[in-house]
Nanobody
């Protein structure tokens, strides 16, 4: 399974960005998908996830109400709509795939940089 993120960039605080992650090499519906992020000097942290059927979205408390995860099965792509961005959202954002039945995310993208200026 290959994952390719896009959509990162520089935005002012309060602005919005939409990240995309295209999956190839696997059956899209067989994988739950997640977004993670890593800021400089910090450990990677969970942001959001969505099941293979597109239901059961789940969010970290820090982004709940501001970020929305979604998936488009026709395009084998997931999205992360990020609104009301804060400087503390600055990080490299990674998408990841977890095959149903597995407890671990075993497939990762290369990451895309999101920088929020104050």
């Amino acid at each position: 399974v290959q994952l390719v993120e896009s959509g990162g960039g520089l935005v002012q605080a309060g602005g919005s960005l939409k990240l995309s992650c295209a999956q190839s090499g696997g059956t899209f519906s067989s994988y739950a998908m997640g977004w993670f992020r890593q800021a400089p000097g910090l450990e990677r942290e969970f942001v959001a996830s969505i099941s293979g059927r597109g239901d059961q979205p789940f969010y970290a408390d820090s982004v709940k109400g501001r970020f929305t995860i979604s998936r488009d099965s026709a395009k084998s792509t997931i999205y992360l709509q990020m609104n009301s961005l804060k400087p503390e959202d600055t990080a490299v954002y990674y998408c990841a795939a977890r095959r149903h039945g597995s407890t671990d995310y075993n497939n990762w993208g290369q990451g895309t940089q999101v920088t929020v200026s104050s």
